[in-house]
């Protein structure tokens, strides 16, 4: 195995979401051996090095191609079954943007000459099938059941004997059953957008190197997901996407503004709702979030705020909170506001000939209004029903992680409806991201 070589990107930000409904998979259906411990999408390989090239070689190899690429967009969407080269495999698909799609192509056509690949997909790279593998290896008959139950076709078939399986796997499947909570969780097909930051170079089951998209370098040992070095990516990121803003950039002309689900002070939302920011530094998080809404809102401005505006017992108070923010604020009351905001259940809003609805959850719409509604409290959690904009169902999710973090102006909203009702497209988009394709 050690003779064995894989360049994958492995999931950031979406990761701790993809991992719980792996385990939650596992647990299930008893996959503890099969499944994917370290969720990823593979670049190129399994693959040897040519005889004569040194890991150092590869390293250098693709170096030459990665620093002329920034982070590569992706988004993880649905399930799929196909057979792989050692049985069946259960994935997420993925839908690769352009630069995910030209990163793959470049480095396949550096690494051809110098390795032997082992994926069939390899020497034909604009066909390549990108995935995040939930399970592997397994038999055709177990692996049509799994994929029927979890994906609503009918019950899964029997399974075999549980098996012997690694120490991290069998401990994190063994407290899924512990917590009751857990037990009946419900598997429902993911839709989240990710972004990938790194390259990351396995040797075996060990990593050798990680290229770092944004800082432009090889890093060294212990710079993981929980260190500085990680963090400071997410900042060079935030900043270069628009999700954290430096310079006031307050539109004029008196148009609201909308935004849902900061969620300050709550640092399980990072996890939760694969948040651009460090798990352990929800200061860092509120500090964002709060300058980003000053940087649009003038103190003049109408606010819409459509609920949630903090959670947990460590987080600062909503009257201290409110003091931070710009603008005249009609909060909507969301299922963890307290009674001191004076929060509204909804409101109507007639702008630009649209008939507006403002309430925190969809679901709390009259069944007899015909206009668009505009919610939070999905955040980024079912895409697939609750994107940005659904023009089939005239529904707005402003929820921070949908909008990039910062209030949106109903002015570009409208802007939105209207060059989409002209040349009646009515697809509907994903999320409100500058790099999503």
């Given at each position: ?173 063994r407290l899924q059953n512990v917590l009751p909570w857990k037990k009946q969780r ?252």
């Amino acid at each position: 195995m050690d003779e064995m070589y894989l360049v994958e990107i492995r999931l950031g930000m979406t990761k701790w979401r993809v991992k719980e409904t792996i385990f939650t998979i596992a647990t299930r259906f008893r996959l503890e051996n099969f499944i994917e411990l370290h969720p990823h999408v593979t670049l190129f390989g399994p693959m040897s090095l040519n005889e004569g090239i040194s890991p150092q070689q590869l390293l250098d190899t693709i170096e030459h191609i990665a620093c002329r690429y920034d982070p590569v967009a992706f988004t993880i969407d649905g399930w799929e079954l196909r057979e792989g080269i050692h049985g069946s495999v259960i994935a997420f698909p993925v839908r690769p943007s352009g630069a995910l799609k030209s990163l793959t192509t470049t480095i396949a056509g550096v690494l051809a000459p110098i390795t032997y690949s082992y994926n069939m997909w390899d020497a034909c790279p604009g066909k390549k099938w990108f995935h995040v593998t939930v399970a592997n290896r397994l038999g055709p008959k177990r692996a049509a059941g799994v994929f029927s139950d979890i994906t609503g076709g009918g019950k899964a078939l029997p399974q075999p004997e549980r098996v012997r399986c690694g120490i991290f796997s069998r401990f994190m499947c063994r407290l899924q059953n512990v917590l009751p909570w857990k037990k009946q969780r419900q598997i429902r097909p993911l839709t989240l957008d990710e972004t990938g930051f790194r390259i990351t170079v396995m040797q075996g089951d060990t990593i050798l190197a990680e290229y770092d998209l944004v800082q432009k370098r090889w890093l060294a040992g212990g710079d993981g997901h929980a260190s500085r070095s990680w963090q400071d990516t997410l900042a060079v990121f935030r900043q270069r996407s628009g999700f954290e803003l430096k310079t006031p950039c307050q539109e004029k002309g008196g148009a609201p503004f909308l935004i849902a689900d900061l969620h300050l002070g709550h640092a399980n939302i990072i996890r939760y709702c694969s948040r651009p920011f460090l798990f352990s530094d929800v200061a860092e998080m509120d500090r964002v979030l709060i300058e980003n809404w000053n940087c649009v809102v003038s103190p003049g401005s109408r606010v819409y705020y459509l609920g949630d505006l903090r959670y947990g017992k460590q987080a600062p108070g909503a009257r201290e909170l409110q003091k931070k923010l710009n603008g005249d604020i009609m909060f909507i009351a969301g299922n963890h506001d307290e009674a001191e905001l004076a929060a509204v259940p909804s409101a109507l809003l007639d702008y630009k000939g649209f008939r507006f609805l403002m309430v925190h959850d969809p679901a709390d719409t009259p069944p007899d209004f015909s206009g668009w509604v505009i919610h939070g409290h999905h955040h980024n959690n079912d895409l697939r029903h609750f994107p940005f904009i659904n023009f089939d169902e005239r529904r707005i999710n402003v929820s921070a992680e949908v909008t990039g973090y910062v209030p949106l102006s109903l002015n570009e909203i409208c802007t939105l409806i209207q060059s989409r009702q002209l040349v009646g497209n009515t697809s509907p988009i994903l999320v409100k991201h500058p790099y999503v394709d």
